[in-house]
Structure formats: C-alpha cells, structure tokens
C-alpha cells in the first residue's frame, strides 16, 4: 500500500485532465494514478495511441489543451504525468482485471496479475 497520501486534489486535477483532453478530442484509452513504490510518489498515467509515435509531441498538445482550459498546468506538475502507448504492461495488466468508463474513479489496490504487481492505483478509465 502506498506510504505517500493521493489527496482530493490529486483526484479533482486527473478527472478534471481526463474531461480537458476528451474536450480536445485527445484519445485516451487508460487514465489512472499510479503509486511509484520506489519513488514514494503518485504518478498520472495516460494511454493514448499518440505516445507511440511521438511521446514529446503527445505531451506538447496535452499541455496545449491544458493551457486553453484554463489553471490546471499550474496545478499539476507536468513531471508527475506519464503517457504511456496502448501496449504499456502495468496497464494492460490492469485492464485485464478492471474495466473503467471514467464515471467513478475505481481503486486498486495490491493485485498480482499475470505476474505484474500492481501496488496501488486509482484508475478513471480503462478499456481492453
């Protein structure tokens, strides 16, 4: 279980991310936060097929839409966001477990799956 607390905030800033970038028409197909055990940090993951392209370029037009929306780029640190491509294994491993629509965040908490542990997240999207 994660040692370093995933606030409120941390929660409002990824489903207020999640709504920006389908605003934008920016496809993600996985969203969650992630605790780095070894970092002892909370890590913002995304899917999208554009991070197997072109991750920098992927990050550029999310902090594009990010800026067009409003205040969020101040409040969430870019370093604490990862995009990652659709075959990323933490979260295929993930999806292969929990479904997500974004509607309601869905907790996950210290799951072995197909060998891949999973310490803690909270996962707002993810589909197959």
Request: overall charge negative; charged content about 25%.
């Amino acid at each position: 279980m994660a040692t370093a607390a995933l606030v409120d905030a941390d929660v409002a800033m990824g489903k207020e991310l999640l709504d920006i970038l389908d605003r934008a028409n920016f496809p993600v197909t996985g969203a969650a936060w992630i605790y780095l055990e070894d970092r002892d940090a909370w890590q913002l993951v995304l899917r999208t097929p554009k991070a197997e392209t072109d991750r920098l370029s992927a990050l550029s037009e999310i902090a594009r839409a990010m800026d067009d929306a409003g205040d969020l780029r101040p409040r969430l640190d870019l370093t604490r966001l990862n995009i990652v491509p659709p075959k990323d294994f933490v979260m295929a491993a993930m999806s292969q477990t929990v479904k997500a629509d974004g509607t309601i965040p869905v907790r996950f908490d210290r799951n072995l799956v197909n060998g891949t542990m999973i310490g803690d997240a909270l996962i707002y999207r993810l589909a197959a």
